[in-house]
């Protein structure tokens, strides 16, 4: 099932922008359409602001939210028309652009070993059940939840051979684990979520969960399985 990009969708995942700001950027701007200063100024303030607190992830930092929008984006946007994924990337462009000189603490390089494999999770933690999905074979996106409402968060996407991906400075206690052979990096957001990411292959791969152990974290990507 392909899904339209709507601003009510997209304000699920990235915090509700002023409507002034969102009235200047062109329904069906050029496809090469770059923002100018004053947008990216106001975009760096108005990123820090959420007007729709009672979102699924209200819990979430901006950039884990600007992390996850990015992947959740591409999965459900092929069917859209060329002019309306240009106005889409621009406004996913806007999540990104979350006071980068500030967020960014490292680089890795996508090597490219051809892998390409999108995985399941062949182990879901007690109590959670799995109530959003989408697999484009691109891209592998959703989210688990318990009768608490706490979240687990999940994203995986293949990237192009010599893709940079980023870790975010702001990350706590942030340390580097080896499970099924990957270099996983663990650590906890400004909000209390555990986040961990990594590399599998070409395939970048995120797991942020509300309240949920490492060691539960740990096991979920350890059983990891490829799909059917």
């Given at each position: 099932m392909k899904l339209k990009i709507t601003d009510e969708l997209l304000y699920q995942y990235v915090p509700k922008a002023d409507q002034e700001l969102l009235d200047a950027v062109p329904d069906r701007p050029d496809p090469g359409f770059e923002p100018g200063i004053r947008h990216k100024k106001q975009i760096q303030k108005l990123l820090r602001q959420s007007r729709r607190p009672n979102r699924h992830?209200?819990?979430?930092?901006?950039?884990?939210?600007a992390a996850v929008i990015a992947v959740f984006a591409a999965a459900v946007c092929g069917a859209v028309p060329a002019g309306v994924k240009a106005a889409e990337r621009f406004r996913i462009w806007?999540?990104?652009?979350?006071?980068?000189?500030?967020?960014?603490?490292?680089?890795?390089?996508?090597?490219?070993?051809?892998?390409?494999?999108?995985?399941?999770?062949?182990?879901?933690?007690?109590?959670?059940?799995?109530?959003?999905?989408?697999?484009?074979?691109?891209?592998?996106?959703?989210?688990?939840?318990?009768?608490k409402g706490e979240l687990i968060v999940f994203s995986q996407a293949v990237l192009d051979d010599g893709a940079m991906v980023e870790r975010d400075a702001a990350l706590k206690d942030v340390h580097e684990i080896s499970v099924r052979g990957?270099?996983?990096?663990?650590?906890?957001?400004?909000?209390?979520?555990?986040?961990?990411?990594?590399?599998?292959?070409?395939?970048?791969?995120?797991?942020?969960?509300?309240?949920?152990?490492?060691?539960?974290?740990?096991?979920?990507?350890?059983g990891m399985e490829d799909p059917d």
């Open positions: 992830f209200r819990y979430m930092s901006a950039a884990r939210r806007a999540a990104q652009q979350r006071i980068r000189n500030d967020r960014i603490e490292e680089h890795y390089k996508v090597e490219g070993t051809g892998t390409d494999l999108l995985r399941v999770f062949g182990y879901i933690p007690q109590g959670y059940q799995l109530t959003e999905e989408e697999n484009t074979g691109e891209t592998y996106t959703g989210q688990m939840e318990n009768e990957l270099k996983l990096q663990i650590g906890i957001d400004d909000d209390g979520w555990r986040s961990a990411y990594w590399i599998d292959g070409n395939v970048y791969c995120t797991v942020v969960a509300q309240n949920l152990s490492e060691d539960e974290l740990i096991r979920m990507i350890e």
